[in-house]
């Protein structure tokens, strides 16, 4: 009790006196509170400002709702790591102990062994030539030195360390060893740049209907899109990574409709990428397999456009809609036949049946407004448009031969001249 008063007696709060009995025993403790000082002017504005803030941080504590811990989460934490959990920890365990055991195994070969630094550097553990203690001679006592015989001095002592070090054995010794490691890479390029041409030159020209080894096809794709050089040295690293079923189903989309292929482009899947390589629109085999599924998909909606078959199976799809439209207006009777309003999406599939029923093409018209206003059998009470008519085409068939005759107009997958292949 009597420290406590005595730290509020030091903060400037109270001022106590004990008082003491006739045997000097203390009785009791006299306790006056003083006047508590008031607040600096900056304390004073500070506290002004957050009571400024106050309300408007409540309102929106109130505003906001609280969000209390589902029952099933918590029991998800409480409950015993399942099976993958441990497996994870335990191997994120096991790599953590093998780089710490690692780390110091490292550290002892440092401690016990001179390594040599490979630019001619002394090892830690040689005798320094110079001493480490601090020159404690005064400026003035050079005053009278020539500069010539101290540039001299400091010359010979430089001769001296580097003497005393063999710092210049030791960068001759990395020179020819950097030297021979070039000379080992210019004749490993030298070996290996006829197979990896020859290698390239046959994915270029792979034929049709066989399937290209995924590697083969990395290794070209690097070649044509970064240069023979750069696939010496990564192989098909710089690539990327993409997998075997994405890149068959491009190739095998724009082989089954190559008939329909842009000028000048070849019939094989895999001879495809390389001229999208050389291109040089992607960075990585990945982008160039989108380009190629896209052009694909293109393709294939030009070979389908006037598919008779294509068109019956749509025309059935249809008849199946209004007889269900049907069905449904006789079971519940209130229900009118034809809306007084709709979307621009609902009239779109609308007219776009009514044209199938009507035994046409709906990739022949390009809106829903022409199909009205040009087939009079079917602008019998229409209902009332509710937002502007966005859509091109009337069905996705349409649009997508539009896109890619646009794409083709526009010179997107046009071949260049100077296009090396």
Request: glycine share 6%.
């Amino acid at each position: 009790m009597q420290r406590w008063l005595d730290d509020l007696e030091a903060a400037g709060v109270v001022v106590h006196e004990p008082e003491r009995d006739d045997g000097g025993r203390r009785w009791r403790t006299q306790i006056v509170l003083q006047r508590a000082p008031g607040p600096a002017v900056h304390e004073l504005a500070a506290a002004r400002r957050r009571a400024c803030r106050w309300r408007a941080r409540e309102r929106a504590r109130r505003q906001t709702a609280r969000r209390a811990p589902a029952l099933g989460a918590i029991r998800d934490r409480s409950a015993v790591p399942a099976a993958r959990t441990r497996a994870r920890l335990a191997v994120a365990r096991r790599v953590e102990e093998h780089e710490r055991r690692r780390r110091a195994a490292v550290e002892a070969a440092i401690a016990h062994r001179e390594l040599t630094h490979p630019f001619g550097a002394p090892p830690p553990s040689a005798p320094s030539p110079v001493s480490a203690k601090r020159c404690r001679r005064p400026e003035t006592s050079q005053i009278g030195v020539p500069a010539v015989r101290l540039a001299a001095r400091a010359a010979w002592e430089v001769e001296t360390v580097v003497a005393e070090t063999g710092a210049h054995e030791r960068e001759n010794e990395f020179a020819e060893r950097l030297a021979a490691l070039r000379r080992a890479a210019a004749e490993r390029a030298a070996l290996l740049a006829p197979q990896v041409e020859a290698r390239a030159y046959e994915a270029r020209h792979w034929p049709a209907g066989q399937r290209c080894p995924l590697g083969r096809l990395r290794e070209a794709w690097v070649v044509y899109r970064y240069g023979l050089a750069r696939a010496i040295d990564t192989g098909g690293a710089s690539a990327g990574r993409v997998s075997v079923e994405r890149v068959a189903r491009a190739v095998g989309l724009y082989e089954a409709f190559a008939a329909h292929r842009p000028p000048g482009w070849p019939t094989s899947g895999a001879a495809a990428l390389c001229v999208l390589a050389a291109i040089g629109r992607a960075d990585r085999l990945a982008g160039d397999v989108a380009n190629l599924q896209r052009l694909a998909l293109g393709m294939r909606a030009v070979a389908g456009e006037r598919d008779p078959v294509r068109l019956a199976r749509a025309c059935g799809r249809a008849e199946r809609r209004r007889d269900g439209r049907r069905a449904q207006q006789r079971s519940i009777a209130f229900r009118m036949a034809v809306a007084r309003a709709e979307t621009a999406e609902r009239r779109r599939r609308r007219v776009r049946d009514l044209v199938l029923l009507a035994g046409g093409n709906p990739a022949s018209w390009p809106n829903a407004e022409l199909a009205l206003g040009h087939l009079r059998a079917l602008a019998d009470r229409q209902p009332r448009l509710m937002e502007p008519d966005r859509f091109e085409e009337l069905d996705g068939i349409g649009a997508r031969v539009t896109r890619y005759r646009d794409e083709l107009a526009q010179g997107r997958w046009r071949l260049q001249e100077d296009l090396q292949l």
